[in-house]
């Protein structure tokens, strides 16, 4: 069975500072993908970034890119210029990408992100 | 709105009663996902559909959850007798193909008394 641990449950950065946030996950697949989603206060989960495993170069999203480590079994969500706006849990996520059944998200524990004006 | 739309919104019950909750997907998804998210936690995977066959269901989802999709469209997820380690916000996903990103809806908090 596939894990995702964030080991860090809260942050907090000033605002247009740069911050990194970390996951690491367990699976003994050699196909499949990562997401970072954000779940704004009383708001709805939307998808941050998705990186494909098969791809070598990390994926980058405006102000979001992550640091994809195959290796290591790393998936770290860096934030540049941080907005107001920004602030949320973020939740690491993981779906395989053949397998019989639902290709299902597991998901991490979250990071509170707070940023202050 | 195109997106994913869940009703309703939140839902205060007593121990004993019967919730349904409803899930509209984006249109031409066929994927639709139930997940449940308890306070301060990630949320976890409770069941699958793809069109109207429901192919997955956790362990999680014990015999008083019952989950339909009558046309391959929207689904509903009823708690019968709930409980109040039942009380957590029920997330609603779809996507257009399998390895596809799924798209959440806003969620049903549920609170059982």
């Known amino acids: 069975a596939q894990t995702v641990t964030q080991s860090q449950p809260e942050m907090s950065v000033q605002e247009a500072e740069t911050v990194t946030l970390s996951c690491t996950y367990d699976t003994s697949e050699n196909n499949y993908y990562l997401f970072w989603y954000k779940q704004p206060p009383s708001r709805q989960m939307i998808l941050v970034i998705r990186q494909e495993a098969y791809k070598q170069q990390n994926a980058t999203e405006n102000r979001f890119s992550v640091n994809f480590q195959k290796a290591a079994k790393s998936f770290s969500l860096k934030i540049s210029d941080s907005q107001l706006g920004d602030t949320a849990m973020y939740f690491c996520?993981?779906?395989?990408?053949f397998g019989q059944g639902a290709q299902k998200l597991v998901f991490g524990q979250g990071t509170r992100l707070t940023i202050n004006p | 709105d195109t997106g994913v739309s869940q009703n309703p919104r939140h839902k205060i019950t007593k121990r004993g009663q019967n919730v349904t909750f409803r899930c509209d997907p984006i249109s031409e998804h066929n994927r639709l996902y139930w997940y449940r998210q308890t306070l301060g936690q990630g949320p976890e995977f409770l069941t699958y559909?793809?069109?109207?066959?429901?192919?997955?269901k956790s362990r999680l989802l014990s015999d008083r959850f019952s989950a339909e999709r009558p046309k391959g469209s929207f689904s509903t997820l009823e708690i019968q007798r709930t409980e109040q380690g039942d009380s957590a916000m029920y997330l609603c996903?779809?996507?257009?193909?399998?390895?596809?990103?799924?798209?959440f809806g806003p969620g049903t908090r549920l609170t059982v008394l």
């Open positions: 996903a779809s996507s257009l193909g399998d390895t596809d990103t799924q798209y």
């Open positions: 559909f793809q069109n109207e066959a429901q192919l997955e």
């Open positions: 996520a993981f779906m395989k990408q």
